[in-house]
């Protein structure tokens, strides 16, 4: 049960501090925005390159931009240890993850609320992990639709049948009122944005986050201690 605190929500004047506030976390989710892809701009890769000098733990970028064939390479050569692109954006997602895999990173893949996991479950053996967006993706603070764990129960469920060690991650809106449902329906990396950076304090939120997901754990029924 992993814990991936978003900086979007951090003060973006001082990062490397934003990062140290953290420092418990697993990773730090970087969230990507090209104002085409989605409606908001944010950072690209020299600042990843800057976080990649200082952050005391690894980085988990999400990209949320068009043309990830072309601009999501780089990243994973850059040093990020988890590189996440958007399905609906990629023109060859396998030959892309195999790319991000090649150059040392883990390769994500995410889905917005409406794109179906069904036509692409055949991608999960170049896959590390499933990024489950639990709202419309541009902007933290928004509130968790979870009609969304449908989909997360059927991407862990793939993800078994195939035996695969692929980590299913959700990342919106994720807080201590949701994270056992998430963590239930079969995710094991929880994004928290303003659930962590919009608490007195971030260390303590990350502890708790982790305690309540790792005590509802997605077991398979009728495996007793056994999860997945
Ligand atoms: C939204 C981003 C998320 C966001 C999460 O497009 O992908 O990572 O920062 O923030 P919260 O947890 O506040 O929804
Ligand atoms: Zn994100």
């Known amino acids: 049960m992993q814990i991936s605190p978003s900086i979007l929500s951090a003060d973006f004047a001082n990062l490397e501090a934003e990062l ?3 420092r418990n976390a697993d990773w730090a989710h970087v969230d990507v925005m090209d104002n085409h892809f989605v409606p908001n701009l944010t950072l690209g890769l020299p600042v990843v390159e800057a976080l990649l000098r200082v952050s005391p733990i690894p980085i988990d970028c999400h990209l949320m931009i068009d043309d990830p064939d072309e601009w999501a390479p780089a990243y994973a050569e850059a040093g990020a240890q988890s590189v996440t692109f958007h399905i609906e954006a990629a023109a060859n997602p396998r030959g892309l993850a195999r790319t991000i895999r090649s150059a040392g990173a883990r390769a994500g893949m995410a889905l917005k609320p409406r794109t179906p996991w069904a036509p692409y479950e055949g991608l999960l053996p170049d896959l590390d992990m499933v990024l489950v967006m639990t709202v419309e993706p541009g902007f933290g603070g928004q509130s968790f639709m979870a009609g969304l764990l449908a989909k997360v129960r059927a991407v862990r469920e793939s993800a078994r049948r ?3 060690e692929v980590w299913v991650q959700v ?8 994270i056992e449902q998430c963590a239930e329906a079969g995710a094991d990396v929880f994004v928290a944005g303003s659930a962590v950076y919009g608490a007195d304090d971030a260390a303590a939120a990350i502890d708790e986050l982790r305690e309540l997901a790792t005590r ?3 077991r398979t029924p009728g495996v007793p201690g056994n999860a997945w």
């Open 171 to 178: 990342d919106g809106g994720v807080s201590a009122a949701n």
């Open 162 to 164: 195939r035996g695969g």
């Open 216 to 218: 509802h754990a997605h």
């Open 20 to 22: 140290g506030a953290i």
